[in-house]
């Protein structure tokens, strides 16, 4: 990773901010109060370990802009979830909500662990904890959390359980949380899916056959190992996929299911006996049509962006590109589809839940596709529109979109 120290992931991001608020001619005190997040908490979690001692985190909730809406985004349990990191993920989603037009403003929760070295009980002592720390923010119209890295829908259900024990019974509290439980159906899928479906419009509009596509997933968690299930089943080829150790290469095409039974098995894609073994570095490198960033931020920066080959880069994870990146992949002619319009999925199926809490009634899972399959074509071509009709980026486009979307419901709600 390349950055300058200087700069944090915050300041990369309000980078695109700046340069969409430039362009619509955005006075300064409106920037300000749409650049700077609205409310911050930050939280002391300790947590009794299995072996006795005590061992304390540091939490995060901050809600970014609540114009349009109750506050909605991830928590994320990771090593670099600090305040700058939160502070920028929960950016994106104000932008991502307005994007895609769902009634949300954004936020984001983050405590600073390494839930890989932990277990199962201290994993849940930690998130009741970080609950309790930060319960008086949340409620189903003001703040609802949901997964993020390193959380899952068992971390949703001990939120949800953790908040109803003060409350009473409140599903809509959490969205992505077990099924038996008031989650809906497609969550999980929701977030690779709502990429295959950008990436579907994205090749259209290249005049590249889709089902003919070269695709390299980097990221086989949860949202890059769906990407790359629903890529397969659309026919397309995919290449290469990595994890956390390393990656898995192989020219003619790998299989897909057979990745995702090694994983759940405990595996590693690196050590896939169908393909050839590549770091992630590397990986980042293959020539191919379509890359797919879909694991942290950050991973493609000002040293390896003039090496990247993909055709067009759909931006799966949050932050993948620094703004360095970003310049020079445009510079080279090489198509991105940004994170605030590819990611959206996850939180599009979240309002779905949200919904579907509220009025106590369950969709199946074909409504739950066609919704999110019109609402993230409705997003693309917003965006495509807005580069055709303006010459500008597809991050800038969607950046704003994003923009004039919060300052007008916040001009109407008497914000500015």
């Known amino acids: 990773m390349n950055t300058s120290p200087a700069m944090s992931t915050f300041d990369e991001v309000n980078v695109f901010f700046d340069r969409a608020a430039d362009r619509l001619g955005m006075a300064d005190g409106v920037r300000e109060m749409l650049r700077s997040p609205w409310r911050e908490l930050r939280v002391t979690v300790p947590v009794r370990m299995d072996n006795g001692e005590i061992e304390v985190f540091t939490g995060y909730r901050i809600q970014h802009n609540g114009a349009r809406g109750p506050y909605k985004g991830g928590v994320r349990f990771h090593p670099d979830a600090d305040v700058e990191e939160v502070r920028a993920l929960a950016s994106l989603m104000t932008w991502k909500t307005a994007l895609v037009e769902i009634p949300f403003g954004g936020a984001k929760g983050g405590v600073q662990c390494d839930p890989l070295t932990m277990s199962n ?47 009473g019974h409140t599903p809509g509290i959490v969205t992505g949380k077990p099924v038996e439980l008031g989650g809906s159906v497609g969550r999980d899928s929701a977030t690779g899916r709502g990429a295959i479906y950008v990436t579907t419009e994205m090749a259209k509009d290249m005049n590249m056959d889709p089902a003919g596509a070269r695709i390299v997933v980097q990221g086989f968690g949860q949202v890059g190992s769906w990407a790359a299930r629903i890529a397969a089943e659309q026919g397309c080829t995919v290449i290469a996929v990595s994890d956390v150790d390393g990656g898995t290469f192989n020219s003619q095409g790998l299989d897909v299911e057979a990745l995702v039974n090694l994983k759940d098995e405990g595996g590693s894609v690196q050590n896939f006996k169908g393909g050839e073994s590549i770091s992630n570095n590397d990986l ?53 589809v940004p994170d605030i319009l590819v990611n959206a999925g996850g939180v599009v199926v979240s309002y779905f839940e949200w919904t579907q809490n509220l009025y106590q009634h369950t969709w199946d899972m074909d409504r739950v596709n066609d919704e999110l399959s019109k609402i993230m074509t409705r ?18 486009a969607a950046f704003l979109i994003g923009l004039e979307r919060v300052a007008h419901v916040a001009e109407l709600r008497g914000f500015i």
């Open 121 to 167: 009980g201290e994993l849940n002592r930690l998130t009741r904890r970080y609950t309790q720390n930060i319960e008086h923010l949340l409620g189903v119209n003001r703040d609802i959390p949901a997964p993020d890295l390193g959380t899952n829908a068992q971390t949703m259900a001990w939120m949800m359980d953790a908040y109803g024990q003060i409350h």
């Open 284 to 336: 980042l490198e293959l020539d191919c049509d379509i890359l797919i960033p879909a694991a942290i931020d950050r991973v493609i920066h000002a040293d390896n962006a003039p090496r990247v080959k993909a055709k067009v880069i759909i931006e799966a994870a949050n932050h993948p590109l620094t703004p360095e990146a970003d310049d020079i992949l445009n510079d080279r002619g090489i198509r991105i």
């Open 379 to 396: 997003a693309f071509t917003s965006v495509k529109d807005r580069v055709q009709a303006e010459g500008v980026t597809y991050r800038e």
